[in-house]
């Protein structure tokens, strides 16, 4: 009897560990959007370089950047000038100068910044809702920053993707307004070295466009 009972004791204690553990494990739907665009191959980068480019009607403006994102080095260049600094230890040009990269970083990388922001974001989740520019039904995926730290506190993106979880579309509303701030699209998907990256972002109307070139990941 005693035998019996220590054994429907393990059986149970092992299934329970089991479930607990799928639990535990099972991605949560930042982890699956990411993790669709490549981030399981983010961890073997050791460099990623790239020019950030805007056009606007007939105005162009451009910079390129150099990180390693394993030192958190990074180096910056314009027309105003080369800039190199690391995360660690950033003077006030430094800290004005990581403002731009934060945000190109942001647009190049934007499925990635779901798990990296996961600790200062909360998020809603729809199966169902109708994409701002296609008017495609789509998934649509809302992140709502915190409003203490970071360049721009509060901030809210609504991202719309289909069964893929590659986004399409997204919309920015600065400090969770209700009125989209911006919407653009996501074009142009290229895979480079496992990373799956829009480098074409475009305006409805046409007078925007906001793109990548040059990007080389090491």
Do not use: C
Request: proline share 2%.
């Amino acid at each position: 009897m005693k035998k019996t009972l220590l054994l429907a004791a393990i059986i149970f204690v092992t299934t329970s560990s089991f479930i607990i553990s799928r639990v535990t494990q099972e991605e949560t739907i930042l982890q699956k959007v990411a993790n669709a665009n490549g981030y399981q191959n983010w961890k073997n980068v050791e460099e990623i370089k790239f020019t950030f480019n805007v056009d606007r009607d007939t105005t162009h403006f451009e910079r390129d950047w150099t990180w390693k994102p394993k030192t958190n080095d990074i180096t910056a260049s314009s027309d105003k000038g080369t800039i190199s600094y690391n995360w660690a230890d950033m003077d006030s040009v430094a800290y004005e100068t990581n403002g731009g990269f934060i945000n190109d970083k942001f647009w190049l990388l934007a499925p990635y910044q779901l798990v990296w922001d996961a600790d200062n974001v909360t998020h809603t989740h729809s199966k169902e809702a109708e994409a701002p520019m296609s008017k495609k039904s789509m998934q649509k995926l809302t992140i709502v920053y915190g409003n203490e730290g970071g360049y721009t506190p509060g901030d809210a993106y609504d991202f719309y993707f289909g069964d893929d979880l590659i986004i399409q579309e997204w919309v920015f509303r600065k400090s969770n307004q209700v009125e989209p701030s911006m919407i653009t699209s996501f074009e142009d998907y290229k895979m480079i070295k496992g990373l799956n990256i829009a480098t074409m972002h475009k305006m409805a109307e046409g007078s925007f466009k906001l793109y990548f070139t040059g990007v080389e990941v090491n």
